[in-house]
Nanobody, 121 residues
Framework: QVQLAESGGGLVQAGESLRLSCAAS????????MAWYRQAPGKQRQLVAS???????TYTDSVQGRFTISRDNAKNTVRLQMNSLKPEDTAVYYC???????????????WGQGTQVTVSS
């Protein structure tokens, strides 16, 4: 079992910054990717950014150039630096990790409990 602990959400004004962190604990061989998703009220959960074990990055168009995802392998932590925040970034942000317990074994996907990010205009 893997647990994901998120931190760093809060209330900020438009144009300000926040940094989210997600620390993974538990027994696994390696993560394939770690990602941040978000879900605004009445909307579907969407991918914000992801990073693979070999550093391939993906961003949704609306955050490109404003958000940066990074990882610290030694601490099994992924961070999301969010700059120039906009009211439309308001959502609950969820950490997701896909891990494997061996190179030939199955993949397992885990979710954090979510952290609220609110951007006021």
């Amino acid at each position: 079992q893997v647990q994901l602990a998120e931190s760093g959400g809060g209330l900020v004004q438009a144009g300000e910054s926040l940094r989210l962190s997600c620390a993974a604990s538990g027994i696994f061989f390696r993560f394939n990717h770690m990602a941040w998703y978000r879900q605004a009220p009445g909307k579907q959960r969407q991918l914000v950014a992801s990073i693979t074990y070999d550093d391939r990055l993906t961003y949704t168009d609306s955050v490109q150039g404003r958000f940066t995802i990074s990882r610290d392998n030694a601490k099994n932590t992924v961070r999301l630096q969010m700059n120039s925040l906009k009211p439309e970034d308001t959502a609950v942000y969820y950490c997701n990790a896909e891990v494997i317990r061996s190179l030939t074994g199955p993949k397992y996907s885990y979710w954090g409990q979510g952290t609220q990010v609110t951007v006021s205009s």
